[in-house]
């Protein structure tokens, strides 16, 4: 079963502009990791942020973790039209990565 | 060196049929998962393999499914008598690590049953 929701479920903002994702789960966790989908390079991981990290940086991505609301953000700054992609977020659990629905995110030049 | 290769990239058959999906891992990842993802959703978990452990059959949908690792290497996952609800994308997944180290997925699988 899902154990990540993402919000929202589908986003399209102009090129330059900043995307937020947001990520919800249910269950305590490892860590948690942010994976991009697109139909070229298939799915990869972007960034990990393990449970006692409030907050990470990746070249333009930013990743908060707040483990007492069990939810997590992906900030994407500065967006590219190679941004464009379905963005997941997974929970780390035993040995799981336990999956969201995705975020479809789509940048307009 | 090389990512995880899977074959075939895509397989259409008739529903009843058995159908084969390989995966061949990155090279000395103990760990190895296969999921499913139908059209606009997220992964769905089947089977987990670790080294020579017992593998986790738990998120195997029915006993139509069924899975193998030859040691460390190549996994096939076999789907018995094939129905129209079993049609999507199965991805196969490799990591170095259990300890919640990333995971490394090939290509995918598009398994369509008619």
């Known amino acids: 079963s899902q154990q990540g929701e993402e919000d929202p479920q589908a986003l399209s903002i102009q090129e330059g502009e900043n995307a937020t994702m947001n990520c919800s789960y249910k269950?305590?966790?490892?860590?948690l990791q942010w994976y991009r989908q697109n139909s070229g390079r298939g799915l990869v991981h972007l960034i990990l942020?393990?449970?006692n990290e409030r907050e990470k940086h990746s070249g333009r991505l930013r990743v908060t973790l707040d483990t007492s609301k069990k939810s997590s953000s992906l900030l994407i700054t500065a967006s590219r039209a190679a941004d464009t992609a379905s963005y997941f977020c997974?929970?780390?659990?035993?040995?799981?990565?336990?999956w969201g629905a995705g975020t479809k995110l789509i940048i307009k030049p | 060196g090389a990512g995880v290769s899977q074959s075939p990239s895509n397989k259409v058959t008739e529903k009843g049929k058995d159908v084969e999906l390989r995966c061949d891992p990155i090279?000395?990842?103990?760990?190895l998962y296969w999921y499913r993802q139908r059209l606009g959703q997220g992964l769905e978990f089947l089977i987990y393999?670790?080294?020579?452990?017992?593998?986790?059959k738990s998120g195997l949908p029915s006993d139509r499914f069924s899975a193998e690792r030859t040691g460390e290497s190549v996994s096939t996952l076999t789907i018995q008598r094939t129905q129209q609800e079993d049609s999507a994308v199965y991805l196969c997944?490799?990591?170095?690590?259990?300890?919640?180290?990333?995971?490394?997925f090939g290509p995918g699988t598009r398994l369509t049953v008619l």
């Open positions: 997974a929970t780390a659990y035993n040995y799981q990565l336990i």
């Open positions: 269950t305590s966790i490892n860590n």
């Open positions: 942020i393990r449970s």
């Open positions: 090279s000395g990842h103990t760990a």
């Open positions: 393999f670790q080294g020579n452990s017992a593998p986790d």
């Open positions: 997944a490799s990591s170095q690590r259990t300890d919640y180290n990333e995971q490394f």
